[in-house]
């Protein structure tokens, strides 16, 4: 079958060209297909952080994602071995977590309301090109179309065809799991609904961070836990994550090997890199996401409205050569955003010293939260100052260990 535009995958990056083209481009939504290889609700793994950035893209849709069972998160503690300072993104609020199965089915559901096709469990198999667009060839027949959007994530195939450019892109990795909000083996030492950041195993390898974030299941308060290493930086690394994590949740009151342990890769933002080949465009995790904290959704849904406007320009020219697509995308706002977090995250990660961390978390706090509010996450509405009485981090930090953490078997992805 011939469509104007296949898009291929339909996580939040995915939804939101498709909606960005009903909103910018009605007559090309009309002519648009999105392949999904699973069904709604599918299972995705994603600590599910929404910063403010979100609404903003969501507003601009017509959307509000208050829609969708969430937490918000009261404060988010940025720390190193146990001092830090807090930090909000939101008028009243630091960021927004969501399950990103209810989230991208709510997305995917707006997408079908806007008349646009989502055909679920077709996954691609090859791709080809043809003298007037792409082939697709999945396991329920073969597609066609001008363009194809690659929304298919670090991995996904659609990326095959573009070439990677001057810079190829850093592969990251995130592990995560979920539990009770309250240990059955120890006494809640965080507060409800605040999450945190903590630096502390840089010096042993990590280059990024351990996280918790309050969230909730089918109503239940639990909690998300997990690390994030941006291996953006030729050093000596950890290793399997594994270890890791079992000292992040065991300075917590929790027993690794009481939950299941999930890992993914994520791709890293990177000017030098390549997001277009004629007839071809990428978005989301499949073009490049921020290396320092390793944030992938409010990119997603920005990556969405700056695809959609290259196509309609493509097809109102007659050109798909999307030779200004990376062009697009390094002057848009998020762009510029990420090439910062890109930058900032190798400065980061070169000084994983003790004495350099603890200078810019204990010493240099007001400074740092100035930088991250301002500078990296600088692209949506301001938000309000801190209160003159800050509170203090709820938790006690887990301690790096004082070398690297050995490799296992286990290694996740």
Same mark, same amino acid.
């Given at each position: 079958?011939?469509?104007?535009?296949?898009?291929?995958?339909?996580?939040?990056?995915?939804?939101?060209?498709?909606?960005?083209?009903?909103?910018?481009?009605?007559?090309?939504?009309?002519?648009?297909?999105?392949?999904?290889?699973?069904?709604?609700?599918?299972?995705?793994?994603?600590?599910?952080?929404?910063?403010?950035?979100?609404?903003?893209?969501?507003? *601009?849709?017509?959307?509000?994602?208050? =829609?969708?069972?969430?937490?918000?998160? /009261?404060?988010?503690?940025?720390?190193?071995?146990?001092?830090?300072?807090?930090?909000?993104?939101?008028?009243?609020?630091? %960021?927004?977590?969501?399950?990103?199965? =209810?989230?991208?089915?709510?997305?995917? /559901?707006?997408?079908?309301?806007?008349?646009?096709?989502?055909?679920? =469990?077709?996954?691609?198999?090859?791709?080809?090109?043809?003298?007037?667009?792409?082939?697709?060839?999945?396991?329920?027949?073969?597609?066609?179309?001008?363009?194809?959007?690659?929304?298919?994530?670090?991995?996904?195939?659609?990326?095959?065809?573009?070439?990677?450019?001057?810079?190829?892109?850093?592969?990251?990795?995130?592990?995560?799991?979920?539990?009770?909000?309250?240990?059955?083996?120890?006494?809640?030492?965080?507060?409800?609904?605040?999450?945190?950041?903590?630096?502390?195993?840089?010096?042993?390898?990590?280059? #990024?961070?351990?996280?918790?974030?309050?969230?909730?299941?089918?109503?239940?308060?639990?909690?998300?836990?997990?690390?994030?290493?941006?291996?953006?930086?030729?050093?000596?690394?950890?290793?399997?994550?594994?270890?890791?994590?079992?000292?992040?949740?065991?300075?917590?009151?929790?027993?690794?090997?009481?939950?299941?342990?999930?890992?993914?890769?994520?791709?890293?933002?990177?000017?030098?890199?390549? %997001?277009?080949?004629?007839?071809?465009?990428?978005?989301?995790?499949?073009?490049?996401?921020?290396?320092?904290? #390793?944030?992938?959704?409010?990119?997603?849904?920005?990556? #969405?409205?700056?695809?959609?406007?290259?196509?309609?320009?493509?097809?109102?020219?007659?050109?798909?050569?999307?030779?200004?697509?990376?062009?697009?995308?390094?002057?848009?706002?998020?762009?510029?955003?990420?090439?910062?977090?890109?930058?900032?995250? *190798?400065?980061?990660?070169?000084?994983?010293?003790?004495?350099?961390?603890?200078?810019?978390?204990?010493?240099?706090?007001?400074?740092?939260?100035?930088?991250?509010?301002?500078?990296? %996450?600088?692209?949506? =509405?301001?938000?309000?100052?801190?209160?003159?009485?800050?509170?203090?981090?709820?938790?006690?930090?887990?301690?790096?260990?004082?070398?690297?953490?050995?490799?296992?078997?286990?290694?996740?992805?």
């Amino acid at each position: 079958m011939r469509y104007d535009v296949i898009i291929v995958g339909s996580g939040p990056s995915g939804t939101s060209t498709a909606l960005n083209l009903a909103r910018i481009c009605p007559g090309i939504a009309e002519r648009t297909l999105v392949l999904e290889r699973d069904s709604h609700p599918r299972h995705k793994l994603c600590g599910g952080g929404c910063v403010p950035q979100v609404d903003m893209c969501l507003e *601009r849709l017509g959307l509000d994602y208050l =829609e969708v069972p969430h937490v918000d998160v /009261d404060w988010a503690h940025v720390q190193f071995r146990g001092r830090g300072f807090p930090l909000r993104f939101g008028k009243g609020y630091s %960021f927004r977590v969501v399950r990103r199965n =209810e989230f991208d089915a709510w997305l995917a /559901d707006h997408v079908r309301r806007r008349g646009i096709e989502i055909k679920e =469990e077709t996954r691609v198999t090859k791709l080809h090109r043809s003298d007037d667009g792409v082939e697709i060839e999945t396991n329920r027949g073969t597609f066609s179309a001008r363009v194809v959007v690659g929304a298919d994530g670090t991995s996904g195939v659609v990326r095959k065809l573009v070439p990677e450019g001057a810079k190829t892109c850093t592969v990251a990795r995130l592990v995560e799991l979920i539990t009770p909000a309250v240990p059955a083996s120890a006494p809640a030492t965080m507060a409800a609904d605040d999450a945190l950041l903590d630096f502390a195993f840089m010096p042993a390898g990590v280059q #990024g961070y351990a996280w918790s974030f309050p969230t909730k299941i089918a109503g239940e308060r639990m909690r998300n836990w997990g690390v994030y290493d941006s291996r953006l930086v030729p050093r000596k690394s950890a290793g399997s994550l594994r270890p890791v994590v079992a000292e992040w949740m065991q300075q917590a009151g929790y027993r690794l090997d009481d939950y299941h342990l999930e890992g993914h890769p994520i791709r890293l933002f990177e000017a030098g890199a390549s %997001f277009a080949a004629p007839h071809v465009v990428l978005v989301g995790d499949a073009a490049g996401v921020d290396a320092t904290f #390793g944030e992938g959704i409010s990119p997603a849904l920005a990556y #969405g409205e700056i695809a959609a406007r290259a196509i309609d320009d493509a097809f109102r020219r007659g050109d798909f050569s999307f030779a200004g697509y990376r062009s697009a995308v390094l002057k848009s706002p998020v762009g510029v955003a990420l090439r910062r977090r890109t930058a900032s995250a *190798r400065a980061l990660n070169r000084f994983y010293y003790p004495w350099v961390q603890k200078l810019l978390w204990w010493r240099m706090g007001p400074l740092a939260r100035w930088y991250i509010k301002k500078v990296l %996450f600088n692209w949506g =509405e301001p938000d309000e100052p801190l209160p003159a009485e800050r509170p203090s981090v709820p938790v006690p930090a887990p301690h790096a260990p004082t070398a690297p953490v050995a490799s296992s078997k286990t290694t996740s992805r």
